[in-house]
């Protein structure tokens, strides 16, 4: 299948494409315009984003122009934003609110608590739970509303998953979001989310900017040598043929464009080789400290 076809449902029953656009660090106005130009254009129909980005205006702006141009409505795209770390508790409906405001889009796809702590409080202190906790269940009414189709949560360990998935909420975790690439991922959290029914989405797939110790690594470059293609192509599939979302995030056109050219196959025993990289290393942040 072409993999700008891969979708997944989500419980809402709404449709989420497997592959979508990062947008971390791309700020301002004529740049996220032209990065968001040349997504559409290579086929990309999803656009992360997140409120502490500090770009949803522009995105907004930038779909204003973008869709017509595309003929594109605003159902033919994805758009995930997150909840800040400040907004955690009953602030998050506000800061759902503001989010679907900056976009001007109407309603989100996907809403993601974007980190188990809040800002301010000590990662070991009993309040972040009680607060993420408060969160989710004002994201719950928020779906209700129809503010948003599918709320989910990002770099929840599985503890964290545990506490919501063990209440049976009838408004279930869609996607949690974290750092995975071959130098970063937990077997055991794949794992619990297949059972929860929960998409797994990878972010910095290709280590983050500034970063070429992923792209540099001799197994990724070898595989990339052997199927002629890019290292940040083999990162990219090796996550997609596991069933797990993309969000590269890109600002060069021709990097735009790879990162969604993913129809190739990763020998088993080449993907094995990837998986089985001794390095383990996060190079964003790591939520293990946060209770
Ligand atoms: N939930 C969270 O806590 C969290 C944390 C981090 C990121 N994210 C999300 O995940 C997205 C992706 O992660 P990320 O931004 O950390 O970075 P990433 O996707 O791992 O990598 C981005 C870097 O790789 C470069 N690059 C892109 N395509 C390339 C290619 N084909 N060949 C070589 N280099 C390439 C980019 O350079 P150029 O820009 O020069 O092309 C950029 O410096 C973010 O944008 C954000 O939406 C979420």
Avoid at 19 to 40: C, K, S
Avoid at 75 to 96: C, M, Y
Avoid at 144 to 166: A, F, K
Avoid at 223 to 238: F, G, I
Wanted: aromatic share 8%; proline share 4%.
């Amino acid at each position: 299948m072409d993999c700008k076809m891969m979708k997944t449902q989500l419980p809402s029953g709404n449709y989420m494409p497997l592959i979508g656009f990062g947008t971390f660090q791309i700020r301002g106005r004529a740049l996220i315009r032209n990065v968001l130009d040349h997504a559409f254009a290579a086929g990309y129909r999803q656009i992360d984003t997140a409120a502490v980005y500090g770009n949803e205006q522009d995105i907004g702006t930038a779909l204003k122009e973008l869709l017509p141009k595309y003929n594109l409505k605003r159902e033919d795209i994805f758009i995930t934003s997150k909840l800040s770390p400040s907004d955690q508790g009953n602030a998050a409906l506000r800061a759902l609110q503001t989010s679907i405001k900056n976009l001007d889009c109407g309603y989100l796809d996907l809403f993601l608590i974007h980190w188990p702590g809040v800002h301010g409080i000590r990662g070991s202190h009993p309040d972040n739970q009680k607060l993420r906790s408060l969160s989710w269940e004002t994201l719950i009414k928020s779906v209700q509303q129809g503010l948003v189709r599918d709320i989910g949560v990002s770099n929840y360990t599985i503890p964290h998953l545990t506490e919501i998935v063990s209440k049976n909420y009838n408004v279930k975790v869609a996607v949690n979001q974290v750092e995975w690439h071959p130098h970063c991922h937990e077997e055991d959290l794949k794992q619990f989310c297949q059972n929860e029914k929960i998409l797994l989405q990878a972010y910095s797939s290709l280590g983050g900017s500034s970063n070429l110790k992923l792209l540099s690594d001799a197994v990724v470059v070898d595989v990339a040598n052997k199927l002629e293609k890019s290292p940040a192509q083999v990162l990219l599939r090796w996550a997609l043929q596991q069933n797990i979302g993309i969000i590269p995030k890109a600002r060069s056109k021709e990097h735009i464009e790879a990162n969604i050219d993913l129809n190739f196959v990763i020998p088993e025993e080449d993907m094995n080789k990837l998986s089985n990289l001794r390095t383990v290393e996060k190079y964003a942040w790591d939520p293990k400290s946060i209770s």
